[in-house]
């Protein structure tokens, strides 16, 4: 777990508005979000503001907003995928039927 920052407010489209400690590019859209009792949170959407003192728009899973101003939040990256298949790893097209 990596600190992200602390929640500063719901915005009107229901999102969550995360004041970043500091920007690092590794922090990315897609990344789970995570209180300090690794409950998920929500999902980045967004990297807002300049690089100096950056702004994270999260998509929330969770319906309570009243107690979660002022909560530092952490970040969980997610495992990707590897697919090993040949349709995926090949440049070649993939052949169809024809009707």
Request: hydrophobic share 30%; glycine share 6%.
């Amino acid at each position: 777990m990596e600190l992200l920052g602390e929640i500063l407010h719901f915005s009107k489209s229901g999102r969550i508005i995360v004041k970043m400690d500091k920007y690092k590019p590794s922090i990315k859209p897609g990344l789970n979000v995570s209180d300090n009792q690794e409950k998920k949170i929500g999902k980045i959407s967004e990297i807002l503001g300049p690089i100096k003192s950056p702004y994270a728009s999260i998509i929330p899973f969770i319906q309570k907003r009243n107690k979660l101003t002022g909560t530092k939040v952490y970040i969980h990256e997610t495992l990707k995928k590897n697919y090993s298949s040949k349709a995926y790893n090949s440049k070649s097209r993939i052949k169809r039927n024809k009707k």
